[in-house]
Nanobody, 117 residues
């Protein structure tokens, strides 16, 4: 059974930090690219950050310098460290797997992040 267990979302004040986790089971992980997308109300889903199987990373311009993506192949988990959060970062964050950073074959269920005072 394929499972993407996402955690770490919640409510945080502007300027605060959160770390999202996505633990994968039932499918391959090590040889695939992983990534995080987000979808704000009324907007299209967008790529936030991606990490290749070799560890190369890619970030949306809006989060460069604030967010860091990493992976632990032994735990089959991908992380998104989010610092200096802004209200515009409010969205549902989705974990994904794909052959490349921009390709997708599986989605997680999403975890909501709300940045508000």
């Amino acid at each position: 059974q394929v499972q993407f267990v996402e955690s770490g979302g919640g409510l945080v004040q502007p300027g605060g930090s959160l770390t999202l986790s996505c633990a994968v089971s039932g499918i391959g992980f090590r040889t695939y690219a992983m990534g995080w997308y987000r979808q704000a109300p009324g907007k299209q889903r967008e790529l936030v950050a991606g990490i290749s199987s070799g560890g190369s990373t890619n970030y949306a311009d809006s989060v460069k310098g604030r967010f860091t993506i990493s992976r632990d192949n032994a735990k089959k988990t991908v992380y998104l460290q989010m610092n200096s959060l802004k209200p515009k970062d409010t969205a549902v964050y989705y974990c994904k797997r794909g052959l490349q950073i921009t390709s997708i074959d599986y989605w997680g269920q999403g975890t909501p992040v709300t940045v508000s005072s």
